[in-house]
């Protein structure tokens, strides 16, 4: 993966169900997922309409993948 | 409708996803984010990133000039149109050169100010230096702003015209023609104990080397003494005309 370029959270954004934001962890040389950082906090500031709430925080890739009961 | 405030304090493995949920809308304004980088073996950025449905990284905010060491942790805030502005330090290469009492005789011909008498002060001692004779060297190619002022002391000297005029280094293919120096400016001291002329306008150092000196003259019929300030500061690397 390339390394990332210096830039900022766009404005305006407005996201519908599905979409995610990720905190995340980068190398500055490759742009790749660096292991061993932890997210202890997250908080997001927002507007919009819905149980918001309820959005699901999921924890690593590895969440994403349903477990057996899914 | 307020903002809302959605918390997630749960620790987990980098990366930490928030999905917006089914039937609901979300415009972040701003998202904050703890991260305990105590276990990372190499230095780290951290990011906020926007996936679409399918996964697929629509966009990265991330501050590349601030990266994590290894093991190091961070309290990172996004907003949106807001980047860190890397701690810029101002670049131009300048030269400013004082000098006091400087005499010059009447009439009409011009003084010759090399700049050696002067006290240069410069952050960038490669593109200028100051030689005898010959004056001030440019040794960059670029635009650069000059800017000149003199105060004449002529309390003991009766009214005269003064004059400085810039030979650095030529403009010649851009704005004046073939002429070799850039400008001038005079103006009338009118029997006043002092007075003050300045000029400030751009030069072009087309060719590393350029050089000059200025030129001084008054016509209050005694010599004349001046103080001097001159500075030059360097605008762009690119020589090319307008």
Known sequence: MAAPLNVWMPDNVDLGAGYTLRVTALSPTTGALVAGVNVTTTVIEGAGTGDLSSGDFLAGPFMLVPGPNA | MPDVSIVNQTVTAAPGDYIVPGAADLQPKAVRAAMDGSGAATSWLPALQLLD???????????????????????????????????????????????????????????????????????????????????????????????????????AAPAGVAEMRSGIPNISNAMHGTDTFLDYFSGGVEGQATTTLSFGFPVNSTTVGSHGVLFLRQNSGAVATCNLQFSIVRLTSDSGNF
């Open chain 2, 53 to 155: 449905p399918a996964g697929h990284v629509m966009w990265t905010a991330v501050d590349t000039s601030s990266p994590v060491a290894a093991g190091g942790s961070a309290d990172v805030s996004w907003f949106p149109d807001v980047s860190h502005s890397g701690g810029a330090t101002f670049g131009a290469s300048w030269i400013t050169i004082f000098d006091t009492a400087v005499s010059v005789n009447s009439g009409g011909g011009y003084t010759s100010y090399d700049f050696t008498a002067g006290t240069a002060y410069t952050n960038d001692s490669t593109t200028f230096t100051i030689a005898a004779g010959t004056g001030l060297h440019i040794n960059s190619k670029g635009w650069y702003a000059q800017i000149a002022q003199m105060d004449w002391d002529i309390s």
